[in-house]
């Protein structure tokens, strides 16, 4: 069987010959590129399953390689793990809505890296299709299509990523019913999936940047967790 593969983007050796071998150990063929642009040329001749992708690059940052690879019809696909040793939010929010996966602060332990890239290569090959049922809402300015995976608004498509549109899916099928994060990411990427609920509050940020006006329409229940707004009714904390 082949094993699944990982490219690890880090400029810093001794982190990458690390985390290659945790990898390695935990059964991954993992591979290193020291630099952005050897990066991209590795993804184009070998696209991995999983790239860990270090922000902090001396020739090309990570957030444009990530934006490079979620342009690429042929690439999209491939997992995105953000490791930042800025600890700014900013940069993890950019890194979601340009389409990260996941993201991990320095310094971070080897094995929950190792969950990570387990649980990124999980939502992919144990996705199953959603409910094939257009939803409408907000007097039609919003529209979310699970089988043609589109999401419009006022008409108008929306690029979402794969764990945005699901968050968003789930909550629509219910408005006024409240989700928790844990209800959250079961219903988007299964039971098994390790994913930490910060992890969560920064996607829904991303989302709702993306709605624009209509994301206020996704309610932050303090202590609890998120619902899509009942009738026209709509607030963010």
Same mark, same amino acid.
């Given at each position: ?36 642009? &050897? ?50 939010? @900013?940069?993890?929010? &950019? ?19 190792? @969950? ?14 959603? &409910? ?39 909550? &629509? ?32 940020? @991303? ?31």
């Amino acid at each position: 069987m082949t094993r699944p593969t990982v490219l690890i983007v880090e400029d810093e050796r001794e982190i990458a010959d690390l985390v290659q071998f945790h990898l390695q150990r935990a059964g991954f063929d993992a591979s290193i590129a020291h630099r952005g642009k &050897a990066a991209l040329e590795f993804i184009r001749k070998t696209p991995p399953d999983v790239v860990v992708l270090d922000l902090m690059l001396p020739d090309l940052d990570g957030l444009e390689i990530c934006r490079r690879i979620r342009a690429s019809d042929e690439h999209r696909r491939i997992g995105v793990i953000m490791v930042t040793a800025k600890g700014d939010e @900013a940069d993890v929010v &950019a890194g979601i809505e340009l389409g990260a996966d996941d993201y991990l602060s320095k310094p971070f332990s080897p094995r929950v890296l190792v @969950a990570r890239v387990k649980s990124v290569m999980r939502r992919s090959t144990d996705a199953k299709p959603a &409910a094939p049922r257009r939803i409408d809402l907000a007097g039609g300015r919003l529209g979310v299509d699970p089988e043609r995976h589109v999401t419009t608004i006022d008409g108008k498509p929306v690029e979402l990523t794969l764990t945005e549109f699901g968050m968003l899916h789930f909550l &629509a099928l219910r408005p006024g019913f409240v989700r928790t994060r844990d209800q959250i990411i079961t219903a988007v990427h299964g039971r098994n999936v390790v994913l930490s609920s910060r992890t969560v509050d920064v996607h829904m940020t @991303a989302l709702r940047r993306k709605m624009g006006d209509l994301g206020a329409l996704i309610e932050t229940v303090r202590g609890v967790g998120y619902r899509f707004a009942e009738g026209d009714a709509a607030s963010v904390e």
